[in-house]
Every structure is written in C-alpha cells, then in structure tokens.
C-alpha cells in the first residue's frame, strides 16, 4: 500500500493536482491560509492518472470491504470517479449532495438507494472531515448503513481523526500528507527547511499565516 501511496503523491504533483508553495498561500474557503492546494478534479483530465486511481481503489475495496450493495460518490469531488469504480465492481451507483435540492423532488441522494441498504462511500478529499461525514450522515438518515469510506487523498489532520473515529466510519485514502510530503522532498518539489514548515502548518492549520 505504501508503494501505491507513493505513487499517487507523485502523480498528483507531476500533474499539479496538488500544489505546495511553503513561501506563499493559498486561501481555503474556511479562510485557512494553506501553503497547500488539491484539487483532485484534475486527474479525470489525464487519463493514464485517472485508471491508476481507479485501480487502486478497487484494489483497496477488495481487500478491506467484502460486504456492500452500493457506491455512492460525494458530490462533486467524486462523482466520476465513484461512477468509474461502481463500473468496474459492477456496483449500482448513487451521488450524494451537500444538501437537498430545493427545488422538483428535493433529494440530497441522487439514484436509487433502498432503506437497508449498506452503502461504500467514494470520496476525492479529507480535510476536516466535515463535508465527508455529513455525505455519511445523509447515507445512514435514508436508513442505510454505512460500511467505510474510501478517499484520494487527506491531509492527516488530528480533527478529521476523532470526527471519523466518533462518527464510527471507517476510512481508508490511497495517499496522504505525510507521504506526499516525503515524495515531494525526494524529488526535489521542496527543500528541507520547507519541509519543516509544512509541518508546523499541519499541526495548526488554522493558526497559520504566511511570514
């Protein structure tokens, strides 16, 4: 798996889906200042990039979630590459929303998706956690069961640790900040003093500021 990880954080970089720039920032929609940028959305444009993520997650749902009738993707993240992977499993395949339309039939669960129901999530990003256990909230308030979520990528954050931990969602992702840290410091994306302060903005993301 750590192979597989290593290779996805380089892909993601090689293809800018990730970028770091430690002497500047990127502002997140929280109003985080970030010396880190993903944007996952990128990969369905390289193909070669887009059937290796595919392949690892079903690689990654094979061997640790036997039991499921459904793949739902979070909107909108994940809604290709969730559809790509239900194809593969030969899953139906559902989307959720960050919250019901208001408007025609007011659904948050796009497709169809029966009471009963235990459901696979595919997401593109962990960062709080937030966004990705409100999808699992909706799952299990159609009365379904949510056995796991599979995600890209996440950014190790200790907050989005104890929210899947209390929400009781198990969570498995094909790369994360550590290891892409490590690849990008192996290829020469960042330097070593650089690597110091990408670590102090992980411990205190919402802390950081740009010097």
């Known amino acids: 798996m750590d192979n597989t990880a290593k290779q996805i954080a380089e892909k993601l970089l090689q293809i800018k889906a990730i970028k770091l720039e430690p002497t500047n920032h990127f502002t997140w929609a929280s109003g985080w ?3 880190i940028y993903c944007d996952n959305r990128k990969t369905l444009s ?3 990039v887009r059937t290796f993520i595919k392949d690892s997650f079903v690689k990654v749902i094979k061997e640790n979630f036997k039991d499921f009738d ?3 993707g979070v909107a909108t993240g994940a809604i290709a590459q969730g559809a790509l992977v239900a194809d593969a499993l030969k899953k139906p395949f559902v989307y959720i929303r960050s919250q019901a339309k208001d408007h025609g039939l007011g659904n948050q669960i796009e497709g169809k998706l029966d009471a009963g129901q235990k459901v696979l999530i595919i997401e593109d990003l962990i960062s709080t956690g937030g966004s990705s256990l409100s999808a699992a909230e909706a799952v299990r308030n159609a009365g379904c069961e949510v056995v796991g979520m599979v995600a890209i990528f996440t950014y190790n954050f200790q907050k989005s640790v104890d929210a899947f931990n209390e929400a009781n969602v198990k969570l498995i992702t094909l790369s994360n900040y550590n290891i892409l840290i490590e ?3 192996e290829t020469g994306y960042i330097t070593n003093d650089e690597v110091e302060l990408l ?3 992980r411990i205190a993301p919402d802390k950081w500021k740009k010097e």
């Open 46 to 48: 390289y193909p070669e």
């Open 199 to 201: 670590n102090q903005w």
């Open 183 to 185: 690849q990008a410091l």
């Open 33 to 35: 200042f970030s010396p």
């Open 70 to 72: 459904v793949i739902a």
